[in-house]
């Protein structure tokens, strides 16, 4: 399956969007488009909001709110696992680490936007304010991800998990400067990674 995906990226530039795949999630009252179901609309008064993710070492989701968006269960478990393979890979450590360095995450997902007080770009330079962000790794145990479009490969799912991995590899931090100076782990061989796991992502239609 991945060496299809590899194959389809090469037809496919990152700026390349298929209309009937990519729909923004409205600001307000509505729903997400039934032709793709990797984003799902759910309401806590009617179904489990809490999810165990299958196939995975404990890894759960859930809402933020209790009328909200997620990602489908099965898509993200596609998503992970890709991530995991393609990680193993291109960072030279076993699949099983990488599910190890994985386990029993919680990703809270959400379309309603989130920001913070401060955060870096990902070339270490510091915001400050009212600073909107798209995800969050709240502890080495918990990650938060904006739902933007209805497609997995959008989101900053694959950034937040790479923020875990070294979490858990330093048990310290998760690099929150990236590329900057003041924190260690996070190179820029891991942001052209996530450059291309959007693109793999995007070429399997998740």
């Not at 030279?92 to 809270?108: F, H, M, P, T, Y």
């Not at 913070?116 to 770009?121: F, L, Q, S």
Request: proline fraction near 3%; aromatic fraction near 8%; charge should be neutral.
């Amino acid at each position: 399956m991945l060496n299809k995906i590899k194959k389809d990226i090469l037809l496919k530039s990152l700026c390349f969007i298929i209309p009937s795949l990519i729909i923004l999630l409205p600001a307000s009252n509505g729903c997400v488009s039934h032709t793709n179901r990797n984003v799902v609309k759910v309401d806590c008064t009617k179904v489990k909001i809490n999810t165990k993710i299958p196939g995975t070492p404990g890894i759960t989701t859930r809402t933020t709110f209790c009328s909200d968006y997620m990602f489908d269960s099965k898509a993200l478990k596609l998503a992970i696992q890709i991530f995991v393979e393609e990680y193993s890979e291109e960072f030279e450590i076993s699949e099983d680490k990488v599910w190890a360095l994985l386990s029993g995450l919680l990703i809270e997902v959400s379309a309603i936007p989130r920001s913070v007080h401060a955060a870096y770009d990902v070339s270490g330079k510091l915001a400050e304010g009212d600073v909107p962000v798209s995800g969050l790794a709240l502890s080495k145990n918990h990650i938060w991800v904006e739902v933007k479009t209805t497609q997995v490969w959008s989101s900053s799912l694959v950034h937040e998990l790479i923020h875990i991995i070294i979490w858990r590899n330093n048990n310290v931090h998760g690099d929150p400067d990236h590329e900057g100076s003041e924190f260690s782990g996070w190179s820029k061989k891991h942001t052209k990674f996530i450059k291309y796991m959007k693109d793999t992502l995007l070429a399997a239609e998740i």
